[in-house]
């Protein structure tokens, strides 16, 4: 058996979630992020039927989960320590090989430089530890946020991210395939251009277009008028249109509402996605922004993934922050 990525609907033995701890970074957002990961940890254990491991990163954040989550059955209370909740990005990404289950670690320079902060370079190696799981370092910037994967060697990326400067000088298509291949197994790379505006990842893919099933990927298309991402969304499709995936097979692009226009306390458009879900082993949760598209968000994940409930969360204090439900958790495969 070569090395893969399993899809992120392959079964789970634990989805790792980040809690938020620094009060120093979430100001007044602080407790509403925390009851906001407290609802997506309780619908991870319950619907999702998750072993959830949710990884507190400073005394205080460990106190406030105990209080909010300590009586949870399924929710697993793991003292850490991070910069922040990011574990998407910060953590290892898992994959299977000959020997089983393997943890590939990467360098971490805060998204290129924007956020660096104590502790986050060191979450890859406490997940791995916790995991039992064999931990390999590579010698490249890259963030799990920045790879979506299919489970039989398809990788979905953006330009804007993989072969940005500020992460590896120098790097092109063949060099980041290369590295990709080597470190995570992958066969084909599937490339897109810009991600969402005011992205402060540099246009993850995450926030951009997933695959939810093989030779499948959804992407969103504009809601509402002024769109800030409308370009970017139609860009993503008509490339996709255009793919195809390791096995040969055209890509099927599904078109699902974007939140549209959702404004940014600091000004401008906040980097809000619905495709910033997570699919847990029963239950697919996404995170909703206002009802309206919220529910046609809902009814069109449940076309796709009509073996799993799906379940609608608020995301607005997590996302002052820069992200959202998929940023901060890592499934962990059985």
């Known amino acids: ?19 938020p701890s620094h009060g120093e970074l979430w100001e007044e957002d602080l407790e509403p992020a925390q009851q906001e990961v407290a609802a997506l940890a309780r619908a991870l254990a319950g619907p999702g039927r998750e ?33 922040d909740i990011w574990l998407r990005d910060t953590g290892p990404i898992f994959a299977q090989g000959p020997q089983g289950l393997q ?7 805060g998204w290129g430089g ?12 406490q997940i791995a530890a916790a995991s039992g799981a064999p931990l390999t370092a590579h010698d490249f910037v890259l963030e799990g946020g920045a790879l979506d994967h299919d489970g039989a060697g398809t990788v979905l990326t953006t330009r804007q991210c993989l ?48 695959f939810v099933a093989p030779g499948v990927v959804a992407a969103p298309v504009a809601w509402g008028r002024g769109d800030p991402n409308a370009d970017a969304y ?17 890509i ?6 974007s939140p549209g226009w959702i404004d940014n306390p600091e000004g401008g458009p906040a980097p809000a996605s619905h495709m910033n879900f997570v699919i847990a082993n029963a239950a697919v949760i996404v995170p909703i922004y206002e009802a ?43």
């Open 292 to 334: 309206r598209p919220g529910e046609l968000v809902v009814q069109a994940l449940e076309a796709l993934f009509p073996d799993r409930a799906v379940i609608g969360l608020p995301s607005r204090a997590i996302l002052t922050g820069g992200g959202s439900f998929h940023c901060i958790t890592q499934q962990e495969p059985a």
């Open 1 to 19: 058996m070569s090395l893969i990525v399993p899809a992120e609907w392959a079964p789970h033995r634990a989805m790792w979630l980040g809690f």
């Open 163 to 210: 072969l940005n400067p500020n992460r590896n000088p120098g790097w092109d298509d063949a060099q980041a395939e290369t590295a990709l291949a080597l470190a995570l197994g992958a066969k084909t790379v599937l490339w897109l251009g810009e991600g969402l505006r005011a992205d402060h990842t540099d246009g993850h893919v995450d926030n951009l277009a997933r």
């Open 114 to 125: 924007k956020y660096v902060l104590d502790d986050d370079d060191t979450v890859a190696a």
């Open 103 to 109: 943890a590939r670690a990467f360098r971490f320079n």
């Open 234 to 250: 139609n860009d993503a499709a008509s490339r996709l249109a255009g793919m195809t995936d390791a096995q040969g097979r055209p």
């Open 51 to 83: 072993r959830v491991r949710l990884l507190t990163g400073s005394p205080e954040g460990l106190v406030a989960a105990r209080a909010l989550l300590g009586d949870v059955a399924g929710v697993e209370i793991v003292e850490g320590a991070f910069g």
């Open 252 to 257: 099927q692009v599904m078109r699902i509402p």
